[in-house]
């Protein structure tokens, strides 16, 4: 079974125990993506949107059919399909109210000495809010545009005020650069997979999520030790090490992007109904803050150490 982690489960257009298509290889003249095991796949046993020869619309739950007359099933609305436009303003709405909220906290949420204190104890408690209303999100079954944009209200105060810190009292220009460096590697990525560079399968999804849960069990185990231990604890985000790992989870964040990719592709491919393309913002959003936090940790890390 799929993690429903939000940070692990790239929350796919699958509703089954398979990857956005990635249990079967692609069959021959259909669409670039395959079809076993993704629900939106054409003619995919045991699909509920497939659509066998003679009736296509015969298994279709968006079929509208009169019952009481007999009338044969009426075609599912096109205009009720998600397009890229609809991936577009999802992710820019989020993204924008992320920004907005992340603006404000760092105008009005002051890190002098007087002031660090509780600064720091509102982004860290929006923090916290914003991680429940990502695993609220995830373990929905449909997204609910009200809890996505929360959550990136609320991400957005803690990013605000973290990059005041980092800004402020580590390294001038910090933010600026992480926001540089994270639109490089989301272009990067995006032209690699456009290009075919970057393939993503089975093999990929397993390897990515393998490779995440290792590192965040790390980070854990790391925290756990700084909070008991004092100091750095094993010293995983500090000094050569913590570059080291910082530069693992910019490569991290770079192959969720991928997976992301591959969500939206294939959920074009296959028509995947409107509301799914706030999943797509919404996983998006959690990968662009991921990479945006492990470069500034980065930053600061170089930093320090001048």
């Known amino acids: 079974m799929r993690s429903r982690n939000p940070v692990f489960s790239r929350r796919g257009f699958s509703r089954d125990n398979g990857y956005a298509?990635?249990?079967?290889?692609?069959?021959?003249?259909?669409?670039?993506v395959a079809t076993q095991?993704?629900?939106?796949?054409?003619?995919?046993?045991?699909?509920?949107?497939?659509?066998?020869?003679?009736?296509p619309y015969a298994q279709n739950p968006y079929a509208q059919q009169d019952l009481?007359?007999?009338?044969?099933?009426?075609?599912?609305?096109t205009a009720g399909r998600m397009t890229m436009d609809d991936v577009i303003i999802r992710t820019a709405s989020t993204l924008g109210v992320l920004v907005v909220t992340a603006a404000l906290a760092w105008a009005l949420l002051p890190v002098d000495d007087a002031n660090i204190g509780r600064s720091?104890?509102?982004?860290?408690?929006?923090?916290?809010?914003?991680?429940?209303?990502?695993?609220?999100?995830?373990?929905?079954?449909?997204p609910t545009p009200a809890l996505i944009l929360s959550y990136a209200a609320f991400e957005g105060v803690f990013l605000g005020v973290v990059s005041s810190v980092v800004d402020n009292?580590?390294?001038?220009?910090?933010?600026?650069?992480?926001?540089?460096?994270?639109?490089?590697?989301?272009?990067?990525?995006?032209v690699a997979y456009k290009a075919g560079w970057i393939r993503v399968n089975r093999r990929f999804y397993g390897f990515v999520m393998a490779a995440a849960l290792g590192f965040v069990l790390l980070m854990m185990v790391n925290l756990l030790f700084a909070v008991f231990g004092g100091g750095d604890g094993l010293g995983f985000r500090s000094g050569a090490l913590g570059v080291v790992f910082g530069v693992i989870g910019v490569i991290l964040g770079?192959?969720?992007?991928?997976?992301?990719?591959?969500?939206?592709?294939?959920?074009?491919?296959?028509?995947?109904?409107?509301?799914?393309?706030?999943?797509?913002?919404?996983?998006?959003?959690?990968?662009?803050?991921?990479?945006?936090?492990?470069?500034?940790?980065?930053i600061a890390i170089l930093n320090s150490n001048d």
């Not at 796949?41 to 020869?53: D, E, L, S």
């Open 21 to 32: 298509g990635f249990n079967a290889a692609p069959q021959a003249g259909g669409p670039a």
């Open 37 to 55: 095991g993704n629900p939106y796949a054409q003619g995919a046993q045991g699909n509920p949107y497939a659509q066998p020869a003679g009736n």
């Open 68 to 77: 009481q007359y007999g009338a044969p099933p009426q075609a599912p609305a």
């Open 120 to 142: 720091y104890g509102i982004g860290i408690g929006a923090a916290l809010v914003g991680m429940v209303l990502a695993l609220v999100q995830s373990f929905k079954r449909k």
């Open 169 to 190: 009292r580590i390294a001038d220009g910090a933010a600026m650069q992480a926001v540089i460096g994270t639109m490089a590697v989301f272009a990067g990525v995006l």
């Open 254 to 298: 770079a192959c969720f992007l991928a997976l992301d990719f591959k969500q939206v592709e294939d959920g074009l491919a296959y028509g995947a109904p409107r509301e799914e393309s706030w999943f797509a913002a919404f996983g998006l959003t959690l990968t662009l803050v991921w990479i945006y936090l492990e470069f500034l940790r980065l």
